[in-house]
């Protein structure tokens, strides 16, 4: 059975990643990209679908894990009756294949430990053959398009089709284990590794990116851990952020709500842009916009809500029901057909992400304009659609008011480009339009008796994503309507302090059964409107009490279940972790940046 998802570390090289479990095993591993096959999978099924486990062969007294200083790199440390030690992991940040490293480390006295490998490419599913090479001293895997190399001192053995064995470690003694991805149509690769030369190298690449953060503040440590998550969620060819590294970790133990995040959501545009930038992470925001401009390039109707790494528009969904499911949460997805769904926020997004990239600095893209007068153009028409809204709801299209709001930031942003930034466009037009929405906005999305914004036109239900209207710049902290329906989502939407995204009481309400945890940016967006109020004790409280909630290494998934005390949902979930760089920065100025990020109007 898979650990609790907030016992698992990460590890990663930039291209994919890793789950570490406490108790050594890689329950969760896709080579060579973040969307590719999984190798371990028993994160959603048992050791049978794969996994890599190392392990002392005695009963342990103590563990304890850290990731090293300012690095992705983790130690677990194990106490037995013999003695202590250490495993090392790591993925050194990729030159041509990637790897996975294990260090294990004798601390004091003398441990017996075991290593057990169960390969099964294809997302657990394909059992591969399974061979020695260089005397012995290696062992090759393979299947299909896949391969992996183990190569260790360790003496090892096939057994009911795994590879096992034991070892004693001394103190003072390291052993180390290699494993290496190749294309099985290549030669498998014959130059070695280095453990301790990739140590170092990986050590270094992690402490010279957090030199680069300037923050200062009481967060620091919080802050700094995400970015680490954030920058391990890169995809580097590209530039691309995913989601997060795995799919189909439930938001409700044993339910149906179990998504593919291993892809690139342009909705995490703006903050993902503005994170990096608030840390003086300018590279990473450059890529992060290229990676934008090429996968929104194309016909504007048919800009999608998230693409693949490499910007890849085809996500078909699958269901693979050889996987019993976290816990029993089935099914097990791959791909995600929410790609193909209209979101017209997203249109807000891009047009916010490409501003705030010149008002910060970054040099202007003659072909980033270009693509916003496209996407404009487009806009002029489209927002008056109905769509499936920020949450991705699998049902009837509705005008949904968040979706609204962002179109009316797509104008806003653009009339400040030609007013602020010297480029042009027709920006009378644009004008009008953003007036047109904003008024339209206000009288129907808004409903006197709730004394509150609405998740949708018409409609009575509220919406965690209406806290985004103040944060946005679309009405002022200081307007009524906001702080009546941050009142009324406080009074509605809240579980133990913390905030749902929106009511799933009825059967059917998204066009799933109801049932999942409080969404964790949301409570974040919570923390930036009452900062913005002036509530400044409720925002501090309230953000303690959210990294109260990441595990003992920082990490953090999209929701949380207060009743059952765990996280839920894939993990760690890169949309949250920016919510909290951003509340971070937020709390620690006395003229927050999210003032910065737009001139707030009246209406």
Known sequence: MASRIEDYALIGDLQTAALVSREGSIDWLCFPRFDSGACFAALLGDEENGRWLIEPDAAVHRLHRRYRHETLIL?????????AVRVIDFMPPRETTPDIVRIVEGLQGKVKMRTELVIRFDYGSIVPWVQRMDGGNARIALAGPDGLCLRTPVELRGEDMRTVGEFTVEEGQRVPFTLTWFPSHLEWP???LDPEQALGDTAEYWTDFCDRCTFEGDSQDALQRSLIVLKALTYAPTGGIVAAPTTSLPEHIGGLRNWDYRYCWLRDATLTLLAFLHGDYVDEARDWRLWLL?????????LQIMYGVAGERRLTELELPWLSGYEGSRPVRIGNAASGQLQLDVYGEVVDALYQAR???????????????????????AWRQPDEGIWEIRGPRRHFTHSKVMCWVAFDRAVRTVEDQGLEGPVDRWRHIREEIHAEVCRKGYDLSLASFTQSYGSKELDASLLLIPLVGFLPATDERVAETVDAIQR?????????RYLTHEE???GLPPGEGVFLPCSFWLVDCLELLGRHDEAHALFERLLGLTNDLGLIAEEYDPAAKRLLGNFPQAFTHLTLVNSAFNLAH????????HAVRRG
């Open 294 to 302: 090429r996968a929104a390039a194309g016909d504007p109707a048919d």
């Open 359 to 381: 008002v910060h600095g970054l040099p202007r893209e003659e072909a980033a304009w270009r693509l916003q007068l496209k996407l404009l153009e487009h806009l002029e028409e």
């Open 190 to 192: 014959k130059q070695e």
């Open 590 to 597: 006395e003229h927050p940046p999210m003032l910065r990020r």
């Open 75 to 83: 130690e677990t440390e194990w106490e037995t009756r013999d003695g």
């Open 508 to 510: 059917g309400v998204d």
């Open 492 to 500: 509605t939407l809240m579980r133990d302090g913390l905030v749902v």
